[in-house]
């Protein structure tokens, strides 16, 4: 719209006219080209779209529509970063600040310890230790109640035989109670010894620790020991098959006692434990040790010293070689524990040795999300991830590798041991990142479509925590092969992003990813107290929001197959999707046919019909490079909107990405290529054209174009 205001009359002065004071046409509005004309003040409207900003990029960016400043879309500066305080200044826009050290940004969970703030990242807590000592409980965390939870592991008690130890094939049944099962009745405290075996009933001992061999527990024995001097073996030593320990015999403070000798006799169960050697502990170091190895099962050892002994300490230290296998225990009994040939008298602790009992790690992986059904998770099965795992028990770290159906597994890991695993895996996009994810996290930043929690995992490939229109951006220049890789995946290591759903089991903490922070989802156990099957995880790849990632095992490539076109013998284009018919009457994207000289300049372009609903194209245009080069690529009149991203490096293909967060709305180009005309008169070029719409989604048929070389003139 024109407006105007009148020009001022000329006034006259000594009858003359004279001229008057110029208009000041500024109406203060940007979205107005002010001038002057005849009549008065013209104020033209400038073109819809050209910036009004006002300099407050937190309110965001003002643009004009028929004449007048619209305002923008408000930055929204929540960063999902509970150990970060969000703001916005109005000269450079969103930023963060991380909030102090210790700072609690608790998920509200029991089990997984108390997180806290360091560096502006949330990191893990510390689980409560549920652990309390006994072998025959079933310890757990429970979450509702918020606490550790320590139930009897019922009937698969079994009472210990000669190897001393729990749930072992030498156990005792005839020892059981009237069920004929220990952990029931018949096992009143919950130790693991059925009450006719147990030396102190009335009391938790698991130990069966019995100082003056009287034949009633200490935990029961008012009495326990007629001396102060107790020569003990320690309990729940640990080993594992193929290992060494080392076992002290300890003795308690004998300053002033005289001691100068000790004789020692520990038996133990040979198909357990193996003793290769003795020597002098800490409280005997200047001492001579003699030991007697011979016979299996027994190890005796005589110590004298050229000086009274002072203090406590470890007196001898027995080398064993580990030759039981998972689940074995032994008993470590002082048959004869003998200072100064009885003078002064020791009162001896017998100890335990396991083996602990094995459990297998196993889970599956499959892709986060279905792009047909949207539903999340999708049944395809992820081949190739490499999961670690990292603890204290022995095989640890070791690596499981997914088979074809997404499966792996980790064997006979000892229970008792702490583990975490965390799956990785690198490259294998398939085609499944293009531009038409790129559209869909436009859609999202501005709001006309919500991703989901695993969606905006995928949507962040810059890794700052958020998504925005530079993720658009990276999105289209990796479609095109502008880049290989993603901000996001070069600071966590992986292409992929693995999401933690496993089955619950006691004592597991489940981690999810944070990208922003360098951390993959993984799961602990702290420790594995019993088998752990159903340890999923769900894997997603960076940039692929649709979900339309089809892994060699289960199918077809990832996205839907670019359709091409192909010559017919009277060299125009014939192919289309299936069930399209032998007409052009549906989607078709169509490359035009140009003559020219060489050395000319030429403009090619793609256009399309029946794609009114299309947010993103990806396309390849192969041609003869010795015929054109490529200088350029644009979006067409139609596309005019569209964000164009174009890979010309490659001779031959000319790789063109176009996508918008509103449809195409209508025929016409949507793309132009700009050409150099390289070939002699009369050679020719074919434009063959593979395009996807919206990753297959609109079924478009393509036919190709020609650049023919004409005679110079």
Avoid at 162 to 168: F, K, L, S
Avoid at 184 to 204: E, K, M, S
Avoid at 354 to 379: C, F, K, L, Q
Wanted: proline share 8%.
């Amino acid at each position: 719209m024109h407006r105007s205001h009148p020009a001022p009359r000329c006034p006259c002065r000594a009858g003359a006219c004279t001229p008057g004071a110029p208009l000041n046409c500024e109406d203060n509005n940007p979205c107005t080209a002010d001038s002057c004309g005849p009549n008065g003040c013209i104020h033209t409207p400038v073109a819809d779209g050209t910036s009004c900003s006002d300099g407050d990029a937190c309110n965001g960016s003002e643009t004009c529509e028929q004449g007048r400043c619209a305002p923008g879309t408000p930055l929204v500066c929540d960063d999902r970063n509970a150990c970060t305080t969000d703001a916005c200044d109005p000269a450079t826009g969103c930023f963060t600040k991380p909030l102090p050290d210790g700072t609690s940004c608790s998920d509200g969970r029991f089990c997984n310890g108390d997180e806290i703030c360091r560096a502006g990242a949330c990191t893990a807590g510390t689980p409560p230790s549920c652990d309390d000592r006994n072998p025959c409980t079933v310890d757990t965390c429970d979450e509702a109640r918020k606490a550790c939870v320590n139930l009897p592991a019922g009937d698969s008690e079994t009472a210990a035989g000669p190897d001393g130890a729990c749930n072992t094939a030498d156990d005792n049944l005839a020892l059981f109670g009237p069920d004929g099962k220990c952990g029931t009745g018949d096992d009143g405290r919950g130790d693991g010894l059925c009450d006719p075996v147990d030396n102190c009933p009335a009391a938790f001992n698991q130990d069966q620790r019995d100082s003056d061999r009287d034949g009633l527990g200490d935990a029961c024995d008012p009495t326990p020991c007629a001396s102060s001097i107790v020569l003990s073996l320690p309990d729940g030593v640990r080993g594992f098959p193929g290992g060494r320990v080392t076992i002290p015999a300890r003795l308690s403070d004998v300053t002033g006692q005289g001691v100068l000798s000790a004789d020692l006799q520990v038996d133990y169960n040979p198909a357990v434990l193996h003793a290769t050697g003795a020597t002098a502990g800490g409280l005997a170091s200047s001492c001579t040790v003699t030991p007697n190895l011979s016979s299996p099962g027994m190890a005796i050892i005589s110590l004298f010293c050229s000086a009274d002994l002072a203090g406590g300490g470890d007196l001898i230290e027995i080398g064993f070689d580990v030759v039981g296998v998972l689940g074995q225990g032994s008993p470590l009994h002082l048959a004869r524990g003998t200072l100064n040939e009885g003078s002064p008298s020791a009162c001896l602790d017998d100890g335990t040795f396991v083996i602990p009992a094995a459990a297998d790690i196993r889970g599956r992986i499959v892709y986060y999300r279905d792009n047909v059904t949207s539903a999340e998770p999708s049944a395809k099965p992820v081949p190739g991830a490499i999961v670690g795992l990292a603890g204290t028990g022995p095989g640890a770290p070791d690596a499981s590798t997914s088979d074809g159906t997404g499966a792996f597994a980790f064997t006979t890991k000892p229970l008792g041991e702490r583990y975490t695993i965390t799956p990785n895996k690198a490259d294998d996009f398939r085609g499944a990142v293009s531009s038409f994810d790129a559209a869909l996290n436009a859609q999202a930043v501005v709001g006309l479509i919500t991703l989901t929690p695993n969606q905006l995992l995928a949507a962040d490939v810059s890794g700052n925590g958020t998504i925005s229109s530079f993720d658009s951006a990276l999105i289209a220049q990796f479609a095109v092969g502008l880049i290989t890789q993603f901000p996001v995946a070069a600071r966590l290591g992986s292409d992929w992003f693995m999401v933690p759903v496993p089955a619950s089991v006691p004592n597991q903490s489940v981690n999810p990813p944070l990208p922003s922070a360098a951390v993959q989802g993984n799961i602990s156990y702290t420790p594995l107290a019993t088998p752990a099957s159903g340890q999923d995880f769900l894997a997603g790849l960076f940039g692929d929001i649709s979900g339309n990632y089809v892994s060699g095992s289960f199918g077809s490539p990832a996205s839907a197959p670019m359709v091409a076109s192909s010559l017919t013998a009277a060299g125009e284009s014939a192919r289309q999707p299936a069930g399209l018919g032998r007409t052009s009457t549906g989607p078709l994207l169509r490359v035009s046919s140009v003559t020219a000289g060489p050395g000319q300049t030429i403009r090619v372009e793609v256009t399309a019909t029946g794609v009114d609903r299309a947010v993103a194209f990806d396309l390849a245009l192969r041609y003869d490079p010795r015929v054109v080069r490529p200088l350029q690529v644009e979006a067409g009149k139609a596309a005019a909107r569209f964000t164009v991203s174009a890979n010309l490096a490659e001779p031959g293909v000319a790789r063109i990405g176009l996508f918008d967060s509103r449809p195409l709305g209508g025929p016409g180009a949507i793309a132009v290529i700009t050409f150099e005309v390289a070939g002699r008169s009369g050679e020719q070029s074919a434009l063959g054209l593979e395009a996807s719409v919206d990753e297959g989604r609109i079924a478009a048929a393509v036919r190709e174009g020609r650049v023919r070389v004409r005679p110079r003139r």
